[in-house]
């Protein structure tokens, strides 16, 4: 049930972020995106070393969706 849980929350923020202003593809990641990611994935999920953390979206989303998978390897998880 926590997986569901932390999957739903990850999801509820790509979708409140979806009005994100798309720019130019940029080689780094945004800061903010990369504050947003870090809050969702290791305050909010709390993910844990060797967790197993399914990303997806779609592909207006894919610098949150990476901001995401970085920290969630960061964190130890497996992506």
Request: hydrophobic share 55%.
């Amino acid at each position: 049930m926590r997986r569901i849980s932390i999957l739903a929350l990850i999801l509820f923020t790509c979708f409140v972020l979806a009005a994100w202003p798309q720019a130019q593809p940029q080689t780094q990641t945004d800061p903010r995106l990369a504050e947003i990611a870090h809050k969702a994935v290791n305050i909010s999920a709390a993910v844990k070393p060797g967790e197993v953390v399914v990303i997806y979206g779609g592909v207006q989303k894919l610098p949150l969706m990476e901001a995401l998978a970085i920290e969630a390897a960061k964190a130890g998880a497996l992506v």
